[in-house]
């Protein structure tokens, strides 16, 4: 709704976005009119089994979508703070502004720290590098300013370990050396895509604080991907909820994760292990979905309580157009 | 590292060893030797040949004493850098064989820097365009560069060269720099000359390396690492070459050694069918003649070549890679 959409300060405002992949089996689509916003200085959350398009949409946000995908449709409003807004999706290669996107006003951190940085430079160069790209400093400036981020994330021995290569650190330590690579530009936005799903569980618990408090300390905005509601819980003060290039709902984390209007939302959350009651077989979703339509792509509508949903008319859906 | 050179370089010497007796035994396995084809020379001239003169000579070469002895002081000699005499040229094979290990030398190495000059850029555009019209015409002349030969490659640029342009493309040098004492306008002229040998030589190397590279190219172009770079903001042209190529070129450092042999025996036909002043063609004529200290010597030579060739490669591996370094 218009009133809405003034009371929220977005930073990021997706709309109608579609993406193709052509392959050799046909034409996919990977994204079919997908639309949310960012809140500013808050995380989202973006959830949806394997292949719902999580990372191609952090990807177009990026404008990292590589060929055979394409972007085919749709926008993409950005509103960093103390710049002119801009759209992305319509962003030609040569606009400079492109450049300074990457990794300078928006980054992100992946999920594989084993294989995200190049065996072959030094972790150093690697996080100055991100510095280089985006300001004019001097060599010895930008390893000071990523010696120092390094620290930040928690790597201590520090003038030890900048000079070491990515393959003498183990997959925790890696991650923490993304995540300064990432916010070493202080960007306005930092895309998390499932960035702790290669660690083990206490790796994944400190990753996740870590973000966390640097969000709070930086008062960035994060997108945070993940199909994992616990984590969402933790750390999201918003979810998405992303079904086969679709989105089902948005909500706050209390009204998506407490009351899910969507019966795919219930779904994930009765599929959870620990949330069903103890001795109970664990419900897969597609018990809870039923006979519900959830691969028909209903428009989206405004509940009263603020959340957005696309819902079949039988449960309360607008009428298609 | 330093330990790791150290290392390297003191297997070279039982690896350099057992080549030498490998060596000697096969110039060793035909019947007879020096003594026996000069004899037959010279009873075909008529020259009446004594028993005496037979057992002289034999002590002379040293024929007359058990195969290990021979071994060892063929390989003595070798170490204190004398050859041995050939007898088909009667002159020490000191005399003839540096200047023709420089040419093979030459034209080996400007053949390797060819062979990257042309598959680096190549291949890296046919990785980047895969699939386009380039990427095929570069894929279709990379295949007929492979199935070529190179002395099939070097008659026909010689026959070229004469019926169209009425040029003589065999040889270094032109006619009256053949027996020049070395000058510049001698080291030009031989420049003008080697490239084409270098081209030949190197085509189907420059083939082969440009088809790896590509499909090395292709499999690092998606990595992580290179989509990490990329949303770092790391410039477009950039990002290729010191991501993804850092990577797919690794594997070919390694190989420039493997590529040596190959390299070093395309270089001895194609030295034979241009007539080139190399080792190729000498090596020929003494092996058939069973000249077998000129053999012998230039065999040795060309395995020194290839030993340290793989010994370089390696460590400039090293030096690249540093997963290499810490192992
Ligand atoms: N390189 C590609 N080539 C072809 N299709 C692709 C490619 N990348 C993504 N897709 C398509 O886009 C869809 C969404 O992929 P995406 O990677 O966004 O899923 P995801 O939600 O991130 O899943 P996961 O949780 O497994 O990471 C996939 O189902 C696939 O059909
Ligand atoms: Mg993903």
Not at chain 1, 238 to 244: P, S
Not at chain 1, 248 to 264: A, D, N, S
Not at chain 2, 18 to 47: C, K, N, Y
Not at chain 2, 99 to 113: D, K, P, Q, V, W
Request: glycine residues 8%.
């Amino acid at each position: 709704m218009a009133g809405d959409d003034q009371a929220v300060d977005a930073v990021l405002k997706v709309r109608d976005l579609a993406v193709d992949f052509k392959t050799d089996t046909g034409l996919t689509h990977a994204l079919m009119g997908v639309g949310f916003e960012v809140p500013r200085g808050k995380v989202t959350a973006i959830v949806g089994e394997s292949g719902s398009g999580k990372s191609v949409t952090a990807n177009c946000i990026m404008r990292i979508i590589q060929p055979p995908g394409r972007i085919v449709d749709g926008s993409i409003d950005f509103a960093p703070k103390g710049m002119d807004p801009f759209e992305i999706v319509s962003l030609t290669k040569k606009d400079p502004r492109l450049q300074e996107l990457r990794g300078g006003l928006i980054s992100m951190v992946f999920q594989e720290p084993m294989t995200a940085l190049s065996p072959v430079y030094k972790v150093g160069n690697q996080v100055a590098e991100a510095i280089l790209c985006h300001r004019k400093v001097s060599r010895g400036q930008a390893w000071r300013e990523a010696a120092e981020m390094l620290e930040r994330v928690g790597i201590d021995d520090i003038d030890r370990r900048i000079q070491m290569y990515p393959f003498e650190f183990s997959g925790g330590m890696r991650q923490r050396v993304v995540i300064a690579m990432a916010l070493v530009c202080h960007p306005e936005v930092l895309i998390c895509d499932e960035p702790t799903t290669a660690l083990d569980v206490t790796i994944q618990a400190e990753i996740l604080t870590l973000i966390k408090d640097l969000q709070r300390e930086l008062g960035n905005s994060v997108i945070f991907i993940t199909h994992d509601l616990g984590v969402v819980a933790q750390i999201a003060d918003q979810v998405v909820v992303m079904y086969q290039g679709r989105v089902l709902e948005i909500g706050t984390v209390r009204q998506v994760l407490k009351q899910p209007v969507h019966p795919y939302t219930k779904g994930l959350l009765a599929a959870i292990p620990g949330l069903a009651p103890k001795g109970e077989r664990l419900a897969t979703i597609a018990t809870v979905v039923g006979d519900a339509d959830i691969t028909t792509p209903f428009p989206m509508q405004t509940l009263a309580d603020g959340r957005q949903v696309s819902l079949p008319p039988e449960l309360g859906g607008a009428q298609q157009a | 590292m330093r330990s790791y050179i150290l290392t390297r370089i003191a297997g070279l010497i039982p690896t350099l060893a057992i080549i030498s007796v490998i060596i000697f035994i096969v110039i060793q396995l035909p019947e007879g030797d020096i003594v026996s084809s000069m004899l037959d020379r010279l009873q075909a001239q008529g020259v009446d040949t004594s028993e005496e003169y037979v057992q002289n000579l034999r002590a002379q070469y040293n024929l007359d004493k058990p195969m290990v002895i021979q071994y060892f002081y063929w390989a003595g000699n070798f170490l204190t850098g004398d050859m041995g005499y050939s007898y088909l040229f009667s002159r020490p094979v000191n005399e003839l064989v540096w200047e023709r290990l420089g040419y093979t030398l030459s034209i080996t190495i400007s053949a390797l820097f060819f062979t990257w000059l042309v598959a680096l850029p190549v291949g890296i555009y046919s990785a980047l365009r895969q699939y386009t019209i380039g990427d095929y015409l570069m894929t279709t002349l990379a295949l007929v560069g492979l199935a070529t030969p190179p002395f099939l490659l070097a008659l026909i640029f010689m026959h070229i060269g004469f019926e169209w342009f009425g040029i003589s493309t065999g040889g270094l040098f032109s006619p009256e720099f053949e027996d020049a004492s070395w000058s510049f306008a001698k080291f030009a002229d031989m420049l003008a000359h080697i490239w084409l040998p270098m081209v030949i030589v190197g085509a189907g190397g420059a083939a082969f390396t440009m088809r790896i590279l590509r499909a090395n190219l292709l499999d690092e172009l998606n990595k992580p690492y290179v989509v990490t770079a990329r949303a770092k903001g790391v410039r477009p042209a950039k990002l290729v070459i010191k991501y993804p190529v850092r990577i797919a070129i690794n594997p070919f450092i390694s190989n420039i050694g493997l590529m040596l042999p190959a390299l070093i025996s395309g270089e001895a036909l194609v030295g034979m069918v241009m007539g080139l002043p190399t080792i190729g063609p000498l090596l020929l004529q003494s092996l058939l003649n069973q000249d077998m200290f000129l053999a012998g010597s230039m065999l040795m030579w060309l395995a020194i070549l290839v030993v340290f060739g793989i010994l370089l490669s390696d460590l400039l591996l090293a030096w690249v890679d540093p997963r290499i370094r810490f192992e």
